[in-house]
């Protein structure tokens, strides 16, 4: 069972940049899809970006564009690169390893971190 810790959040400008790091211990991410979700206050959950086998990436489409998900095997490490953040990106951003079914689905595992603030603001 992997076990997954968010970093690299804070408070941001408009039209700046953040990178969060998700490292992972127990288990190599390479087994698993990993995913990028984030929760607003008052808002539903919702999956931000992910990546699966050969590194095929999926992203939301209000973040196309502008993020990329990317990972690290020999650390170990899941990334994801905000650029041209908007204040509507501000959330708690949680990691989360799981499964991405041949039909595209991402399903969420068991394994999620402890999230990690992200505010855009003036």
């Known amino acids: 069972q992997v076990q997954l810790v968010e970093s690299g959040g804070g408070l941001v400008q408009p039209g700046g940049s953040l990178r969060l790091s998700c490292a992972a211990s127990?288990?190599?991410?390479?087994?698993?899809?990993m995913a990028w979700y984030r929760q607003a206050p008052g808002k539903q959950r919702e999956l931000v970006a992910l990546?699966?086998?050969?590194?095929?990436?999926v992203y939301a489409d209000s973040v196309k564009g502008r993020f990329t998900i990317s990972r690290d095997n020999a650390d170990n490490t899941v990334y994801l690169q905000m650029n041209s953040l908007k204040p509507e990106d501000t959330a708690v951003y949680y990691c989360?390893?799981?499964?991405?079914?041949?039909?595209?689905?991402?399903?969420?595992?068991?394994?999620w971190g402890q999230g990690t603030q992200v505010t855009v603001s003036s």
């Open positions: 990546i699966g086998r050969a590194d095929k990436t």
């Open positions: 127990g288990s190599d991410i390479h087994i698993y899809a």
């Open positions: 989360n390893a799981g499964t991405l079914s041949n039909t595209g689905r991402y399903y969420p595992g068991d394994s």
